[in-house]
């Protein structure tokens, strides 16, 4: 089955920009999504599509991706962006959901 | 506006059978191409998805998973059923709801979810 990679953690300054990574296999032949999970709440979609931002997300949420990597990008962090965030894509082969291990971002 | 809202017990001992019900708003069921989806997350770590049924009645379920799972849906009353049996403790875990739509196949939104603990 397909599997992708996150960093189990992240750590940033305040006002920085903290680069979250999630690698897989041809992931460059997947759309990737990313939510955000803050404590005891449920995820939030924050990047779909690789790069498109849902309406409500500030701008300081991006995403990209490269070859076997893809990235979210949160510039100018802030302490509200403490959470855990996860990617996602979808296997086509299996038509099944595999969500990446999770990155805990700290704002230091 | 697209709600969702998971129920079902808060507690369940092992080896019985667990039934959530995904009860949502905003959108139906019938309606070609929405679909909705349970993934649940263990205390402390990753999510997992479970299964997914479409408006059309087709069913998807985890590999790891399928002979233990069931996936259901009542249009009528905007409800989606999952039952999970033979239950043990390292299902204990947050389940959660959430809408997706062919051809887009990312979740937003999910529900608050509902923790189930599994223990005698």
């Known amino acids: 089955s397909y599997v992708v990679a996150q960093p189990p953690s992240v750590s940033v300054a305040p006002g920085q920009t903290a680069r979250i990574t999630c690698g897989g296999n041809n992931i460059g032949g997947k759309s990737v999504h990313w939510y955000q999970q803050k404590p005891g709440q449920a995820p939030v979609l924050v990047v779909f599509?690789?790069?498109d931002r849902p309406s409500g997300i500030p701008e300081r949420f991006s995403g990209s991706k490269s070859d076997n990597t893809a990235t979210l990008t949160i510039s100018r962090v802030e302490a509200g962006d403490v959470a855990d965030y996860y990617c996602q894509v979808w296997d086509s082969s299996s038509d099944h959901v595999v969500f990446g291990g999770g990155t805990k971002l700290t704002v230091l | 506006q697209v709600t969702l809202k998971e129920s079902g017990p808060a507690l369940v001992k092992p080896t019985q059978t667990l039934t959530l019900t995904c009860t949502f708003s905003g959108f139906s069921l019938s309606t070609s191409g929405e679909r909705v989806s349970w993934i649940r997350q263990p205390p402390g770590k990753a999510l997992e998805w479970l299964a997914r049924i479409d408006w059309d009645d087709d069913k998807f379920y985890s590999t790891s998973l399928k002979t233990r799972l069931t996936i259901s849906k009542d249009t009528s009353r905007n409800q989606v059923v999952l039952t999970m049996t033979n239950l043990d403790p390292v299902d204990t875990a947050t389940y959660y709801c959430?809408?997706?739509?062919?051809?887009?196949?990312?979740?937003?939104?999910w529900g608050q979810g509902t923790p189930v603990n599994v223990s005698s």
């Open positions: 959430a809408r997706s739509e062919l051809g887009a196949s990312w979740f937003d939104p």
């Open positions: 599509d690789d790069s």
